[in-house]
């Protein structure tokens, strides 16, 4: 039995609880259904983005191979690379999750930091190669950043549409039931009182 005293008060009390309760749920099970959307789009992505590293990866390490067979491992120009300061995240909001998104300077790919005197095209595509691998790595980064994120809040969402669907709602339920039968339990008391109290009075 509720812990509550049957009044009308507690019942709308009661009633507008039972309402948010559901509310609350609704939106819940919606969020939950657009991050579920979200997180599989992004998981089919993940999944090509390593793909095509993989593939890059081999083909760039196949092209240095080759560089180092005919030019030999030079380290002057693995010197000649200068570091990549130009990346930046921002943020943008899906259903109150914040998702990074990774961006760079462009141009990498074409400027060339060492001279052709002394060099292949073997390098070249070489060094191509690894600055794709570098764009595709910085965009793996994102994804997963972005499926982590969303999978925590996904589990999150879960629990409290879950505890309001088992407790909360169930609780409040009972409590507006128990609490209208009782009213009604005393409205038939006090109408079956009246009715003895007036055939009293007419005898």
């Keep these: 039995m509720p812990n509550v005293i049957p009044t009308k008060g507690n019942l709308m009390t009661l009633k507008r609880s039972l309402a948010l309760a559901r509310l609350g749920y609704d ?19 993940a999944a090509d983005i390593q793909g095509r590293i993989d593939s890059t990866f081999s083909a760039a390490y ?6 180092n067979i ?12 200068p570091p990549d300061i130009s990346v930046s995240i921002r943020f943008r909001s899906v259903m109150g999750v914040e998702i990074p998104t990774v961006t760079a300077e462009e141009g990498e790919e074409t400027s060339v930091p060492y001279g052709f005197a002394l060099t292949n095209s073997r390098l070249d595509e070489a060094k191509a190669g690894f600055v794709r691998v570098k764009r595709l790595t910085r965009e ?5 950043i972005s499926i982590y994120r969303l999978a925590v809040a996904i589990k999150k969402t879960q629990k409290r549409a879950n505890a309001l669907q088992n407790i909360m709602i169930p609780e409040f339920t009972q ?8 009213l009604e339990e005393k409205e038939r008391e006090e109408f079956s009182r009246l009715k003895v109290i007036k055939a009293m009075k007419g005898g």
């Excluded at 939106?27 to 992505?45: A, C």
């Excluded at 196949?62 to 560089?67: I, T, W, Y």
């Excluded at 005919?70 to 000649?80: I, K, P, R, V």
């Design 27 to 45: 939106l819940m099970d919606r969020k939950r259904n657009i991050l579920i959307r979200e997180i599989m789009g992004l998981l089919g992505r």
């Design 62 to 67: 196949g092209a240095l191979r080759s560089a």
């Design 70 to 81: 005919t030019l030999g491992q030079n380290m002057d120009l693995a010197a000649s690379i």
């Design 140 to 144: 793996l980064a994102e994804v997963e």
């Design 175 to 182: 409590s507006v039931k128990f609490i209208t039968d009782a």
